[in-house]
């Protein structure tokens, strides 16, 4: 769009000591971690507004750490490190990068090299010019393989839009701009990272959160994390993500529905078959019809019950839940020594 960093600037208004911090999981990435950082702290030079970048390893068992505490005492740079105690996934990391970072805005990014730094401060002002809460990024020339990414993506993308209400071209880029005030009212959890926008449009009106094309490189060290089976993992967490949207507050309605419609159907067959045996006078002792009446009927007293312990459950959620999904081992910081 030829947007400057300069223009950026301009844009918006520092409130707090760091308007942007930049986020990055890392797992097993110690051949991309110091050109990652590199690339960075090159793209955010003429970033005028005060921005850190936060690293969090998930549990690496290479040299990623190592690499990155290079970089720690480098001029010009505000880098955190954050180590995790053990490998919690992506998700985890990124709730854990999140709650550490200092900046009114937020952005998230891979570690493999495949997302271009160049592309956050057009995305900073364009968040801003649009008054956006969440600025998603689209791999237009997208540098994966076609069956086993392209395609999936594709038709996640459609489905996932679908069902959400919230219809992005590519909800996989981890490239994202986010407003700190809300997405730290946004609690990540599972594999959930595939889904921050939906998520996101449970906090604002989906009209607040947009798409831009950016740029996509093809990994250059290590090997992708991903592969075909991903694809049934995300189906599995899109119906999670479509029961926690609508019936998050209110899981008893869900569970109640499926209860009343079952206990329902169970007495229309009892019924029919009542007529049966006392009016018709038929034996109904050995008809399968009975059998299904009566575990229909057994069914609908079990749905029915869930949804009352699922709506204790929630009620004691919303009272407390502060639980983290993952465990810091160590925080490094420039001229400091590591801190739990």
């Known amino acids: 769009m030829g947007t400057t960093a300069e223009s950026v600037t301009r844009l918006v208004e520092t409130t707090s000591p760091v308007e942007l911090s930049l986020v990055v999981p890392l797992f097993n990435e110690e051949e991309s971690v110091e050109p990652l950082i590199e690339r960075i702290a090159t793209s955010m030079a003429l970033y005028a507004a005060p921005w850190e970048l936060i690293l969090v390893d998930d549990g690496s068992t290479d040299a990623t750490i190592a690499n990155a505490r290079?970089?720690?005492?480098?001029?010009?740079?505000?880098?955190?490190?954050?180590?995790?105690?053990?490998?919690?996934?992506?998700?985890?990391?990124?709730?854990?990068?999140?709650?550490?970072?200092e900046g009114r805005l937020i952005a998230?990014?891979?570690?493999?090299?495949?997302?271009?730094?160049?592309?956050?401060?057009?995305?900073?002002?364009?968040?801003?010019?649009?008054?956006?809460?969440?600025?998603?990024?689209?791999?237009?020339?997208?540098?994966?393989?076609?069956?086993?990414?392209?395609v999936p993506s594709?038709?996640?993308?459609?489905?996932?839009?679908?069902?959400?209400?919230v219809r992005l071209h590519d909800y996989g880029c981890s490239l994202k701009i986010y407003r700190s005030a809300v997405i730290k009212q946004v609690k990540l959890m599972g594999e959930m990272h595939r889904f921050i926008p939906a998520w996101v449009a449970g906090v604002v009106p989906s009209s607040r959160i947009g798409e831009m094309p950016v740029t996509h490189h093809a990994r250059q060290h290590g090997v992708s994390k991903y592969g075909i089976s991903r694809t049934f993992r995300v189906i599995l967490d899109l119906l999670s993500v479509m029961f926690f949207m609508r019936f998050k507050a209110r899981p008893g309605h869900f569970f109640g529905s499926l209860g009343l419609g079952l206990g329902a159907l169970s007495a229309l067959i009892l019924f029919y078959l009542f007529i049966d045996k006392f009016i018709m006078g038929n034996d109904i002792g050995t008809r399968p019809?009975?059998?299904?009446?009566?575990?229909?009927?057994?069914?609908?007293?079990?749905?029915?019950?869930?949804?009352?312990?699922?709506?204790?459950?929630?009620?004691?959620?919303?009272?407390?839940?502060t639980a983290l999904s993952y465990i810091v081992r160590e925080v490094y910081q420039a001229d400091a020594a590591p801190a739990a």
């Open 70 to 101: 290079r970089a720690l005492n480098r001029p010009g740079l505000d880098l955190k490190i954050v180590a995790l105690q053990r490998n919690f996934g992506q998700t985890a990391a990124m709730q854990a990068g999140i709650n550490q970072a």
């Open 108 to 150: 998230t990014l891979d570690g493999d090299l495949q997302n271009d730094p160049k592309d956050i401060p057009a995305m900073v002002a364009e968040l801003e010019r649009r008054e956006l809460d969440l600025l998603v990024g689209w791999r237009q020339n997208r540098q994966d393989g076609l069956l086993l990414r392209k």
């Open 154 to 165: 594709f038709i996640a993308n459609r489905l996932i839009g679908r069902i959400t209400g």
């Open 289 to 321: 019809l009975f059998l299904i009446g009566v575990m229909l009927f057994l069914s609908s007293v079990q749905m029915i019950t869930t949804g009352i312990l699922s709506e204790m459950i929630a009620r004691a959620y919303y009272r407390e839940d």
